[in-house]
Each structure stands twice: as C-alpha cells, then as structure tokens.
C-alpha cells in the first residue's frame, strides 16, 4: 500500500512530521501553496490483556499517518507448546492516545491499516476484530472484523476505510479496543497461530488522519 510505503521510508530517513503548517514554494515567484496541517500525537497508552506488561509504541508520525507498534499479541490453539489441547484462545488491548492539530482544524481518521502472520491448520479460524472510539460518534464504538480460515501460512496485512464523523475540537481522544481470537478445526490437532506482527518500517498498525477545517456550531 503505497500509504504504508511511503511512511515506512520517511520514518527509516528521520523525516518525521511535527506540528504547524508545512509550506513548499513553487517557482521563485509563484505563490506558496500550502500543505495539509501537520498534527501531533500525544498521551498514547495501552492497557490491559496483552497490553498489561507490555505496552504499545509509537514509531512516528508522517504525513499524518500515525505509526504504531503493538506488543506480541498471540493467540495459541490446537495442541500447543505444552500439550493439552485449546480449542478457543483470544488476546485483547485497548489502546489510545490524544490528536492534536493546529487551532482552527480538526482530524478525523480515514483509513487504518494492520500487519500479523497467520498459521492456522485446516477447518482453524481466526479474526482480527477493531473498536474505534471516535471523535463525534457520541460515545458508540465502529466495530470491523477479518476473518481467517485455515489452512493458510504466512503473513497478512488489510486496511478498514473508516468513515469518522467531523469534530469540534482541536484536541481529541482516539480509543481503539484490538482483539485477536481463534478456534480449532475439527479435523486437524495441529496447532494455529495468529498474531500481530510488524513491518519492515517497525510498526503494527498505520492510522491515517485528515486534518481540515473544525465544524461550527
């Protein structure tokens, strides 16, 4: 995806976005044009199930794209590393953080993409499920899944296009409640996997905001 892409190598080169607004010239007298504000993140925590020792990180901010890398969430079933037999196994973590852009603009979230690897044995399946808490859904949580079936090896990567209400406020509170969960097939005790993993820009999950105009009134 070239959002991924292109963040991955502006993180890997130290170009990282930070607050105001970025201006490029165009000819030695042409008039400025104006990029779209830049926005910062601030306050990111991560708290409970997988997140409870482990804690989630923020690679950086470009274009802004919010890159984040998650802890080893892993889910486990089949006949795992000791033994016995799991038929059901989920992982869960809740995390959020505080946009804040220039005066004047709200940012509302666009389009998230994630990266994992799956092994699942045939008849095994898996999701990845989201909860986004946004700015101006008065409290309700957006849920998206993917599912896996099994057999399939190797890793994964999809994007949800998340169509956030506009906002008021300047400095808002972004929640998303991740969960991996998967089942055993039937006919096959081998063991399934699923799991986040990252990319080759260190990060998880890319959040891509628009930052424009606040709403009035």
């Known amino acids: 995806m070239a959002v991924r892409t292109t963040l991955g190598i502006a993180l890997a080169a130290g170009l990282l976005a930070t607050a105001g607004t970025a201006v490029a010239a165009v000819g030695d007298a042409g008039p400025a044009v104006f990029a779209e504000p830049a926005l910062t993140v601030k306050g990111l925590i991560g708290h409970g199930g997988a997140c409870s020792a482990d804690k989630p990180k923020l690679v950086g901010v470009a274009d802004n794209v919010v890159a984040v890398a998650m802890p080893a969430m892993t889910v486990r079933v089949g006949q795992v590393d000791s033994g016995e037999h799991v038929a059901e196994a989920r992982s869960t973590c809740s995390l959020s953080f505080r946009v804040v852009v220039p005066a004047g603009q709200t940012a509302l979230l666009r389009q998230a993409t994630y990266h994992g690897v799956a092994e699942l044995t045939a008849g095994a399946t898996a999701v990845s499920e989201i909860n986004y808490l946004l700015p101006g859904n008065a409290g309700a949580y957006v849920t998206t899944r993917r599912p896996f079936t099994g057999p399939t090896a190797g890793p994964w990567s999809y994007s949800d296009e998340v169509a956030a209400p506009a906002g008021k406020a300047q400095g808002q509170s972004v929640s998303l409640d991740v969960a991996l969960s998967a089942r055993a ?22 959040l891509r905001f628009t930052v424009q105009p606040a709403r009035q009134g």
């Open 185 to 206: 097939g039937a006919g096959d005790p081998g063991a399934s996997v699923l799991r986040w993993a990252t990319d080759a820009g260190g990060a998880t999950m890319y």
